[in-house]
């Protein structure tokens, strides 16, 4: 299940926040307007659009959109659930065979989750199960970081552009040194250029394809746990030890949560018979 990844947007927003503070609380309401010029704007953009359709073909550039949007979600990864499924799917394998998981599929939305356990199902060696759903990783890395590199090139691209802006806006000055009224317009295309192109890869596209790499190792990360599960029930593996297995994947804070759920649990009254 996805959802609505706030630090993204409240990041960029706040850095642009502290920005626009650094430049009003240094030269007031007119100083933040002196960092505002288009033909800076037009260099940058312009110039990092034509080296991306440069770059990437027409497939790999109508997934620029898809790419961002994700970085703006979130995936909700419950490892101790996912314990606790697979420790549920080992007791009903040993009490009624693998056959019958096909019945638990039903409420399982994880399509990974569900070819492994077909396959498991249908009597796969656990080593030929291992390769297919580790190539289906690879595949998905491979596809991840496909996407991701629009924006890596991209956080690559703006200072560069910046730079020419600056070189563009050097030319201009040196070549109307004669006029003093075209030094300040020239200098600021020269040095606000820069400015933007730092400002894009800095603040934006390369902590953005930084949240998109650890989305892909955290995705990674479950699919590894769901090899070791389908592999524990495929085996016959005692429940409690599959579970032991799998929680070796959890955290300091997720061992001790699972320790308070169980204390919990085993504390619990049980209902006296009428």
Known sequence: MKKRDILTPIGITLGFIMIAFGIVSSGGAGGFVSFIQVSSVVIVLGGLTAALLINFNLEQIKLTGRVVKESFNKNQHDILALIQLFERLSERARREGLLALENELDNVDDPFIKKGVLLAVDGIEPE???????????????????????????????????????????????????????????????????????????????????????????????????????????????????????????????????????????????????
């Open 128 to 274: 030929v199960i291992n390769d297919i759903m580790n190539a289906e990783i690879r595949a998905m890395d491979d596809r991840h970081q496909k996407g991701r590199i629009i924006i890596e090139k991209a956080g690559d691209y703006a200072p560069a552009w910046g730079m020419v802006g600056t070189l563009i806006g050097l030319v201009l000055m040196l070549n109307n040194l004669t006029d003093p009224t075209t030094l300040g317009p020239n200098m600021a295309v020269a040095l606000l250029t820069t400015f933007y192109g730092s400002l894009l890869a800095n603040l934006v596209f390369i902590p953005m394809a930084g949240k998109l790499e650890l989305k892909t190792e955290e995705e990674i990360f479950m699919k590894q746990i769901v090899i070791e599960g389908v592999i524990g029930v495929q085996s016959g593996q005692n429940p409690r030890i599959l579970k032991e297995k799998l929680s070796a994947f959890l955290s300091e804070d997720m061992k001790r949560k699972q320790e308070d759920e169980q204390e919990e649990f085993v504390g619990e009254p049980a209902n006296d018979a009428s």
